[in-house]
């Protein structure tokens, strides 16, 4: 029995969502009184794995996970979990947490909470997950009666603690001859922003009130004022305004950061479903009825091309005096 992550790296360091599900990974470790095994792909400063409570690293070795094929990684993930004879397999609810995590559970008969956001309670063979429902306005309580369980974690739904110890990683040679994938990769592009935006504790986020693209310098310098990550809407993603992987909403990237600041979004449900996890919402738009203003903690009521710029020279203003 022991309890299996797997972690992602990015710029040469572990991602944060990653730690965060070693986090939690590791304090079900303690309470099922087994170990904590994190799994990775690629090279990197790997000494947070062991600092955020993995008591064993792997690293997945195979030329046809450089790929980052889901169908490669399900599989390799699959071999890890049999050799540590895992019984609980912990991801982050990423991209790849949402491709992997699914196909892994079909291929271990195990139940999968995707998307949970609290510790699981766990007492004799009793195994119990919280997730949001209902587009967040409620969260359910799903009980896992499998043998072998997959879950995977909302990214920001905890504090990352780096209060273990460092360990060695070492290799895991994993064979995948047998995979057949239909799916060829042809071309990775990096998402080039310095801040992944679901790792994102600040996120500066904007709709069609913007009116255009040209307009989104603004937006970019209140974030890079804040060191907030920027975000859109979906019709601004669709529109090509702004690249599709800062669309944030029910149908793009779920984000949960401890600020969200919506300019000219009008808050449909869809757009709601995905960011109402956020800690303290803020929303500035012109329209005194708009629907967003029920869900924020904060809101200005104002012309985004009067508010923004003042936010701005606020926040400049702001960080001249403390220095």
């Known amino acids: 029995m022991s309890v299996l992550i797997y972690t992602e790296i990015a710029k040469g360091k572990v991602k944060k969502a990653s730690l965060e599900a070693v986090n939690y990974g590791s304090r079900i470790a303690k309470q099922l009184n087994t170990t904590a095994t994190a799994v990775v792909i690629g090279d990197a400063d790997l000494a947070d794995l062991g600092k955020a409570g993995a008591t064993k690293v792997l690293k997945l070795k195979n030329d046809k996970l450089a790929d980052l094929n889901g169908q490669y990684i399900t599989a390799a993930i699959e071999q890890a979990a049999t050799a540590e004879g895992s019984t609980v397999i912990v991801f982050a609810h990423d991209f790849t947490g949402k491709e992997v995590a699914p196909r892994l559970a079909a291929k271990l008969k195990a139940g999968i909470v995707a998307g949970a ?61 047998a995979v057949n994938s239909p799916i060829k990769v042809k071309e990775v592009k990096k998402v080039t922003s310095e801040l992944n935006l679901p790792d994102a504790e600040l996120v500066v986020s904007a709709g069609r009130g913007m009116k255009g693209p040209e307009n989104w ?35 793009g990237v779920a984000i949960r950061p401890n600020l969200y600041i919506a300019i000219g979004i009008s808050g449909a449900i869809q757009h709601l479903a995905g960011v109402n996890g956020s800690k303290t919402i803020v929303v500035i738009n012109s329209d005194k009825d708009s629907p967003f203003f029920k869900s924020a903690d904060y809101g200005i009521v104002g012309d985004a091309f009067e508010v923004v710029p003042k936010l701005i020279a606020a926040v400049k203003n702001f960080k001249a005096n403390k220095n």
């Not at 603690?161 to 060695?168: I, M, R, S």
């Not at 937006?219 to 305004?241: F, Q, Y």
Request: include cysteine; proline fraction near 6%; charged fraction near 20%.
């Open 117 to 177: 956001v609290d510790n699981p309670t766990i007492s004799g063979d009793a195994f119990s997950v919280k997730k949001n429902v209902f587009s967040g306005k409620a969260v359910a309580t799903y009980a896992i009666t499998s043998p072998k369980k997959v879950i995977s974690i909302l990214p920001n739904s905890f504090p990352v603690e780096l209060n273990g110890t460092v360990v060695d990683a070492v290799d895991f040679a994993v064979n995948l001859d």
């Open 217 to 251: 310098g603004m937006i970019e310098e209140l974030a890079k004022e804040l060191g907030a990550a920027t975000a859109c809407s979906r019709p601004v993603a669709d529109m090509h305004w702004r690249p599709h992987h800062e669309h944030v909403g029910q149908t």
